[in-house]
């Protein structure tokens, strides 16, 4: 399938950037589009990570305030997997390791690649690399963690497989990753490969 650029340029360069293209692509026709315009938010890789106890069967969320949702009548205040944003030239996994350490002081050796998805590919070049991780969630509930550089201010939450399941039903669970990484452990655990 084929894509012409026609024009591209940046139209907003600060601590995001999102770029305008004018482009026509091949329909599945054979036919090319007329000319489009076509925004997107240029956005580096993240690393998220699912936190799990097979053993206590409880999971690690971390819950902090997210300005975007606030800003549509949401209460603003989010249960997700910790997570974080790749810098250049890192391995998505050893900024995931990071993000374990600052997010809810957890130092974990090995992670479990699930996945790699884009997060909305609609509008963002985002691309999301999720990960599992087995670890003791002994003594970690109600740690408050994150980079005091960065100003992060978030709790960690312990939860059983099935107060996680009662927590989306309830509506306190609604971010997109945190959704994905808990259908996919609860597959594995039908799958009988107990998570």
Known sequence: MRVEILKEKLVLDGFFRVKEALLRHEKFNGQMTPPLRRLRFLRPPAAACLPYDPERREIVLVEQF?????????????????AGIVAEGEDPAECMKRELREEAGLEVAELEPV????????TTTEKIY???????????????????????DIRVHVLSYEEAWRKVQEG???????LLALLLLREREREGGKA
């Open 66 to 82: 997210r300005w975007p949702p606030y800003s549509v009548g949401d209460p603003g205040w989010l249960w997700e997997i910790p």
């Open 130 to 152: 999720l990960y599992f991780a087995r670890v003791s969630t002994a003594g970690l509930e109600g740690r408050v963690g994150g980079a005091e550089e960065e100003n992060e």
């Open 172 to 178: 306190v669970i609604r971010d997109g990753k945190t």
């Open 115 to 122: 996945l790699t998805y884009f997060s909305t590919p609609g």
